[in-house]
């Protein structure tokens, strides 16, 4: 018999934890798994999956105006925000129902409490401590929010899926993923929406080319982008609105102020330090590329160690680390080529490298580029165009980059994925019949570079 109560002990059901888990205890392995907050992780509860459920009930109040178009003439409607509310509650505890099911099917003994570490192989949870072969650290991330006055009158991404009403004006401070997303959901539900970004343009990190055209898309749904500010002070006033100063001086009062501006390893608490285990500047686990800290005992996967912050990506990496340790497999995630989407309006899919990146690595690149205004919106009325890009490397003839902002850009994305992961050429594009009549379609169909670069 093992000297340890469990082989595998997990703190954190968020995706990568559970997918650990759920893995090791099918290999026989002896897991348990505690969570103190959101069984499934923030994918579940205040992530992924309440955002895209909302990104959809953006999309109507849109799809109504443009339905005249087509003939669809009564397009009068009056939106709840209690029934979207609500009824994304009962999905997510749908869910979250289904993962403790999953869980305790495949035999992982599930520990509802904060779990600390005590040792190197052991773990209190409350007043008891459970000894461990090994322990993996899967506690995601958390938001960040800046100190600033008033900062507790700020919403995250925690709190924003449940307001009691829904803000009439509101403020979406950040310019990643997250407030980019929401700035589109307030505004597609009907609240007057202003995103706020201290930078000169958001989605930093993206392509420039996407992220300028995302901006000029994005200010057509009617969000007021201001770039190149920031809130000094945030004042509640008796009315229960917000008065919030810019550090320009400027001052307007409004319902709401949610903050996007980045996430944090979530190690707080974790008693790590008392351990001696390796943190990065930011907090983040630092760990060797099986996923194992300093403290051979102990391992961590997903955003707690801060590589990519993206649900499949924690998946890969609590997948490769039981294969490695229980299945004798030598797994290794490959980070290379992982296709993302951003759900603004319009949505932006992208996988490899941008063009000022593919520019230093490929000396002879050619960029194809398409812009149209898609079929569906000649007659709606709509004056929503569509981006797409592809970066070939002239010498090998790979596709080392392709990009998309337009309707569904995830979904279309995502072949173009696994065509690239397959060392797909521009001659293969080229090749491909298309499917006629759909926007993807564009992208095995141009022919000639729109700019060229030469070593």
Same mark, same amino acid.
């Given at each position: 018999?093992?000297?340890?109560?469990?082989?595998?002990?997990?703190?954190?059901?968020?995706?990568?934890?559970?997918?650990?888990?759920?893995?090791?205890?099918?290999?026989?392995?002896?897991?348990?798994?505690?969570?103190?907050?959101?069984?499934?992780?923030?994918?579940?509860?205040?992530?992924?999956?309440?955002?895209?459920?909302?990104?959809?009930?953006?999309?109507?109040?849109?799809?109504?105006? /443009?339905?005249?178009?087509?003939?669809?003439?009564?397009?009068?409607?009056?939106?709840?925000?209690?029934?979207?509310?609500?009824?994304?509650?009962?999905? %997510?505890?749908?869910?979250?129902?289904?993962?403790?099911?999953?869980?305790?099917?495949?035999?992982?003994?599930?520990?509802?409490?904060?779990?600390?570490?005590?040792?190197?192989?052991?773990?209190?949870?409350?007043?008891?401590?459970?000894?461990?072969?090994?322990?993996?650290?899967?506690?995601?991330?958390?938001?960040?929010?800046? $100190?600033?006055?008033?900062?507790?009158?700020?919403?995250?991404?925690? /709190?924003?899926?449940?307001?009691?009403?829904?803000?009439?004006?509101?403020?979406?401070?950040?310019?990643?993923?997250?407030?980019?997303?929401?700035?589109? %959901?307030?505004?597609?539900?009907?609240?007057?929406?202003?995103?706020?970004?201290?930078?000169?343009?958001?989605?930093?990190?993206?392509?420039? /080319?996407?992220?300028?055209?995302?901006?000029?898309?994005?200010?057509?749904?009617?969000?007021?982008?201001?770039?190149?500010?920031?809130?000094?002070? %945030?004042?509640?006033?008796?009315?229960?609105?917000?008065?919030?100063?810019?550090?320009?001086?400027?001052?307007?009062?409004?319902?709401?102020?949610?903050?996007?501006?980045?996430?944090?390893?979530?190690?707080?608490?974790?008693?790590?330090?008392?351990?001696?285990?390796?943190?990065?500047?930011?907090?983040?686990?630092?760990?060797?590329?099986?996923?194992?800290?300093?403290?051979?005992?102990?391992?961590?996967?997903?955003?707690?160690?801060?590589?990519?912050?993206?649900?499949?990506?924690?998946?890969?990496?609590?997948?490769?680390?039981?294969?490695?340790?229980?299945?004798?497999?030598?797994?290794?995630? $490959?980070?290379?080529?992982?296709?993302?989407?951003?759900?603004?309006?319009?949505?932006?899919?992208?996988?490899?490298?941008?063009?000022?990146?593919?520019?230093?690595?490929?000396?002879?690149?050619?960029?194809?580029?398409?812009?149209?205004?898609?079929?569906?919106?000649?007659?709606?009325?709509?004056?929503?165009?569509?981006?797409?890009?592809?970066?070939?490397?002239?010498?090998? $003839?790979?596709?080392?980059?392709?990009?998309?902002?337009?309707?569904?850009?995830?979904?279309?994305?995502?072949?173009?994925?696994?065509?690239?992961?397959?060392?797909?050429?521009?001659?293969?594009?080229?090749?491909?019949?298309?499917?006629?009549?759909?926007?993807?379609?564009?992208?095995?169909?141009?022919?000639?570079?729109?700019?060229?670069?030469?070593?």
């Amino acid at each position: 018999m093992s000297q340890f109560d469990f082989d595998l002990f997990v703190i954190g059901a968020g995706s990568g934890g559970v997918r650990a888990a759920r893995m090791a205890a099918g290999m026989g392995v002896r897991v348990a798994i505690a969570e103190d907050r959101y069984m499934g992780g923030t994918c579940v509860n205040v992530g992924c999956v309440p955002k895209k459920l909302y990104v959809y009930a953006s999309h109507y109040a849109e799809s109504f105006h /443009e339905a005249a178009g087509f003939g669809l003439i009564d397009a009068s409607y009056q939106f709840d925000w209690p029934t979207l509310r609500d009824n994304k509650k009962q999905e %997510i505890s749908r869910l979250n129902g289904i993962y403790a099911n999953l869980l305790k099917n495949s035999g992982c003994t599930l520990i509802d409490g904060r779990a600390t570490l005590e040792g190197p192989n052991a773990v209190r949870v409350g007043e008891q401590v459970f000894t461990a072969e090994r322990i993996l650290i899967a506690t995601g991330g958390w938001p960040f929010v800046p $100190d600033i006055p008033g900062k507790e009158h700020i919403l995250t991404s925690n /709190e924003v899926f449940d307001l009691e009403t829904f803000p009439s004006r509101v403020l979406v401070v950040g310019g990643g993923y997250i407030a980019v997303e929401f700035a589109g %959901i307030f505004a597609g539900l009907g609240a007057q929406t202003d995103l706020v970004y201290r930078g000169d343009l958001f989605l930093r990190g993206f392509d420039q /080319e996407v992220r300028a055209f995302t901006s000029q898309e994005v200010a057509k749904k009617g969000v007021n982008l201001r770039f190149n500010t920031d809130i000094a002070s %945030i004042t509640k006033c008796a009315d229960g609105r917000l008065d919030v100063v810019f550090n320009d001086g400027a001052q307007e009062m409004v319902d709401a102020v949610m903050y996007a501006t980045g996430r944090v390893p979530n190690t707080q608490g974790l008693g790590l330090d008392a351990l001696g285990v390796n943190l990065s500047r930011k907090g983040a686990i630092q760990v060797d590329d099986l996923f194992q800290t300093n403290l051979p005992s102990i391992y961590a996967v997903g955003d707690v160690i801060d590589r990519v912050q993206l649900t499949p990506v924690a998946l890969a990496e609590g997948m490769a680390l039981v294969k490695r340790l229980y299945g004798g497999a030598e797994t290794n995630v $490959d980070y290379n080529l992982i296709p993302t989407a951003v759900f603004c309006q319009p949505n932006i899919g992208t996988v490899g490298l941008s063009e000022e990146e593919a520019c230093k690595v490929y000396p002879n690149l050619d960029v194809y580029r398409s812009e149209f205004r898609a079929m569906k919106h000649t007659l709606s009325g709509s004056q929503e165009r569509t981006l797409m890009k592809l970066l070939v490397d002239r010498d090998t $003839d790979r596709v080392v980059g392709a990009h998309m902002v337009g309707a569904e850009a995830g979904e279309i994305i995502q072949g173009i994925a696994i065509a690239m992961k397959a060392g797909a050429t521009k001659a293969m594009f080229d090749a491909t019949i298309g499917i006629h009549p759909t926007a993807a379609e564009e992208f095995v169909t141009m022919r000639e570079p729109s700019r060229r670069y030469n070593m």
